[in-house]
């Protein structure tokens, strides 16, 4: 985790991955996303905002800050008891996460004769991948201990705080978003 100095300092005077691991993905539209979010959050200093979701290597790898990862599979028995019990906004909050960042799909991955795995099915939405004309993304992850969702996060176009469109990402056409969630 960086130092507050570092995180703290404009973009442009921070210290940025140059390992191989970066070159080689820097332009690939999900980690363009994640770096563009980083830029995008600095430049309107809000140096305290810590990000949740699932996949979430890219974004703690680009923005250099703690990441919640909202995988089922990466957590302890206490996240999985809160799944199941539907406390997920609690545990959120816990953690002190102040945005979800997600990507979006217009339909399922059906290019393999696998389903959408349990813990991605949040993320087909179509309306919001086309825009911002929309009611609710239903935000919630997977317990694969328990096999249950969580309860659902109900995240408004009014909550965007970035979105960019990433093009195919296999079948589906993709959109990264990130909400900053509403203070209770």
């Known amino acids: 985790m960086p130092d507050a100095e570092k995180v703290n300092r404009p973009r442009a005077q921070r210290d940025h991955p140059t390992s191989t691991y970066a070159g080689k993905f820097r332009h690939q539209p ?29 974004l703690a790898f680009w923005t250099q800050r703690r990441v919640v990862n909202l995988d089922g599979v990466m957590n302890d028995y206490r996240y ?4 199941r019990d539907g406390k997920f906004a609690d545990y959120l909050r816990e953690q002190g996460v102040t945005h979800i960042s997600t990507g979006l799909w217009d339909r399922a991955q059906e290019y393999t004769s696998r389903p959408t795995e349990p813990m991605y099915r949040h993320q087909i939405d179509p309306a919001a991948v086309r825009g911002r004309d929309y009611a609710c993304h239903e935000f919630y992850v997977y317990s694969y201990v328990y096999r249950v ?36």
């Open 30 to 58: 999900r980690h363009a996303a994640a770096s563009e979010f980083e830029a995008h959050i600095c430049d309107r200093e809000v140096p305290a905002h810590r990000a949740a979701g699932t996949d979430a290597g890219a």
């Open 80 to 83: 999985q008891r809160t799944l």
């Open 149 to 184: 969702y969580s309860d659902p996060l109900c995240l408004a176009p009014q909550q965007e705080v970035y979105r960019r469109f990433l093009g195919k990402d296999g079948v589906a056409d993709a959109t990264y978003v990130v909400y900053r969630l509403e203070p209770r």
